[in-house]
């Protein structure tokens, strides 16, 4: 595709970004994710001071991300362990037995 020159509003701020056309709709998307947090915590704590808010999401953001993290590992450890366990299987069933 190409690059495109987009704004995105953050708060009460323009942010002008260049990126790739197919990343536009995530962009735009995470623009909006980050918007609807500030506001929720505006409503939440009564504060405008969108320091502190910004604060608050990025926290909240990073929070998420370290939960996803440590969720992936362990699937990644359980799909490790099962695919070990369904080799070994396999190995037993194409090894043929010996007779003593």
């Known amino acids: 595709m190409g690059e495109l ?3 995105i509003r953050i708060g009460d ?19 909006r ?34 939960d996803y993290e440590r969720t992936l590992s362990d699937m990644e450890e359980r799909v490790s362990d099962k695919l070990g366990n369904l080799n070994k299987l396999i190995s037993r069933a194409l090894t043929p037995e010996r007779s003593v």
């Open 5 to 7: 020159s987009i704004k």
């Open 13 to 31: 701020r323009e942010y002008p970004m260049k990126i790739e056309a197919e990343e536009e709709e995530q962009i735009r998307k995470a623009g």
């Open 33 to 66: 994710m980050v918007n609807e947090q500030l506001r929720r915590y505006k409503d939440r704590f009564g504060t405008n001071d969108k320091q502190d808010l910004l604060a608050m999401v990025a926290f909240d953001a990073f929070m998420e991300k370290i």
